[in-house]
């Protein structure tokens, strides 16, 4: 069980820190703002808001977007009322999603801390800022190139950016396009699959993988430098031998590596009788 608490545990990293900008400190200081947004029978807001904490306007079409605050959605109370968001969200770096059903596509680029979201979501990263996903439940498909630290994902995910935490029901898939990928915790149930044909390298330093972990040929390195293994892990698909290190980590079944790897694995038990490979 120990093995299996210091595989899954979360870790706090020096990058997370630093995507962290004043809305954090606001909200440690209950300095920012609480907001609900009302919504109508149609699960639209009720309101057009106040152009300065968050705005709900279109011209073709319409979408709510939170600009600065806390906020939480309150669905209508009359009998038959839509429960959720059914309009696109976009969360801006200085707003943080507290808590509410979204029934649309989300384009987060500030904080998720709650909430359900039905449909796709993308966490977004810029030059300046990461989208942060701190918890919440995800039915559909999640994008992610900033940082994910907890959460229940219940649709297909695609990283390029970090995850330290969380539940993932399916297979997530791991490609590099704008950033280096990091998966430094989190629950993978269905296992993982690595494109290493992307501009940046992948690094696993820590995490539970319940399903198999793959890789797909590439010129990029992946990293193993912890983590607990359940199901196979092939990473023969790495044409290069010296782009693949594995220097932590437990096995239960021997990896299958590249032809002519050089890393080898010795044989190792936990309190309780379980045979671990281990470089």
Same mark, same amino acid.
């Given at each position: 069980a120990s093995l299996v608490q210091e595989a899954d545990a979360s870790h706090s990293t020096e990058e997370e820190a630093a995507t962290r900008s004043s809305r954090d400190l606001?909200?440690?200081?209950?300095?920012?703002?609480? &907001?609900?947004?009302?919504?109508?029978?149609?699960?639209?807001?009720?309101?057009?808001?106040?152009?300065?904490?968050?705005?709900?306007?279109?011209?073709?079409?319409?979408?709510?977007?939170?600009?600065?605050? +806390?906020?939480? %959605?309150?669905?209508?109370?009359?009998?038959?009322?839509?429960?959720? %968001?059914?309009?696109?969200?976009?969360?801006?770096?200085?707003?943080?999603?507290?808590?509410g059903t979204v029934g649309s596509t989300t384009f987060n680029n500030g904080t998720i801390s709650g909430g359900t979201f039905q449909k796709a979501v993308h966490n977004d990263a810029t030059p300046n800022n990461q989208g942060l996903i701190l918890d919440g439940i995800f039915k559909e498909q999640v994008h992610n190139s900033g940082t994910i630290s907890n959460g229940n994902f219940q649709g297909m995910m695609y990283n390029s950016g970090t995850i330290s935490g969380g539940i993932f029901k399916l297979t997530v898939t791991v490609e590099a396009i704008f950033q280096p990928a990091q +998966?430094?915790?989190?629950?993978?149930?269905?296992?993982?699959?690595?494109?290493?044909?992307?501009?940046?390298?992948?690094? &696993?330093?820590?995490?539970?993988?319940?399903?198999?972990?793959?890789?797909?040929?590439?010129?990029?390195?992946?990293?193993?430098?912890?983590?607990?293994?359940?199901?196979?892990?092939?990473v023969s698909s790495i044409t290069v031998p010296d782009n693949l290190s594995i220097t932590g980590g437990y096995f239960v079944n021997k990896p299958t590596l590249p032809e002519g790897s050089d890393i080898a694995f010795t044989s190792v038990s936990d309190q309780d009788g379980r045979t671990f490979q281990v470089p």
């Open positions: 606001d909200a440690e200081n209950g300095t920012a703002e609480s &907001i609900t947004i009302q919504l109508n029978a149609e699960g639209k807001p009720a309101d057009s808001g106040d152009l300065e904490h968050w705005v709900y306007s279109g011209v073709t079409h319409y979408d709510l977007r939170l600009y600065q605050g +806390i906020f939480t %959605l309150q669905p209508s109370s009359e009998a038959g009322a839509e429960s959720a %968001l059914q309009e696109n969200l976009y969360i801006y770096k200085d707003a943080k999603f507290n808590g +998966i430094e915790g989190g629950t993978f149930e269905d296992g993982m699959e690595i494109y290493l044909d992307a501009d940046y390298p992948t690094t &696993i330093t820590d995490g539970l993988f319940d399903g198999k972990v793959s890789t797909k040929a590439g010129p990029q390195p992946l990293t193993i430098s912890g983590g607990l293994f359940t199901k196979a892990v092939d």
